[in-house]
């Protein structure tokens, strides 16, 4: 049975994982600055890698309903550290969404719970955009 206690392994996780979304947000904002992606790319596969442990990343990046989106995100990583930033950061969101495409539902519940942005999401005009993902239904904003 899974723990979901937050011991200080998955608080480092979570730190990793989230500077290494803001590194990647760096380095598009700074036109595509192949080392800030690049960096955060090491530090977001990290702090996952630490956050749901080794063994259960092993096992998620080598599910065989993961593997295109595990090779996608690998083949893009490679694309930016040779210095093809752009091109590897389509090929890793694509393999992002892949990997993650099971988890969409969630976030969208998720954020329909909040104060705020609850509010939006739950608005006809935006629940009534909804794309096809692995037949999942998510609402097309969330994609954004």
Request: proline share 3%; charged share 10%.
């Amino acid at each position: 049975m899974m723990s979901f206690e937050m011991n200080d392994r998955k608080k480092i996780g979570l730190g990793l994982t989230g500077f290494g979304v803001f590194f990647s947000f760096l380095g598009i904002i700074f036109f595509f600055d192949k080392g800030l992606i690049a960096m955060g790319n090491i530090l977001f596969f990290a702090g996952v890698t630490l956050t749901i442990g080794l063994k259960s990343s092993a096992q998620f990046f080598m599910k065989r309903s993961n593997f295109k989106g595990t090779i996608s995100f690998g083949v893009g990583f490679f694309l930016v550290i040779i210095g093809w930033p752009i091109i590897g950061m389509i090929v890793e969101a694509y393999g992002f969404v892949v990997l993650f495409s099971g988890f969409w539902p969630t976030l969208a519940v998720f954020l329909q719970k909040m104060p705020i942005i609850g509010w939006l999401f739950q608005q006809p005009f935006v629940r009534s955009h909804k794309v096809l993902v692995h037949d999942v239904q998510i609402p097309v904003c969330i994609l954004l």
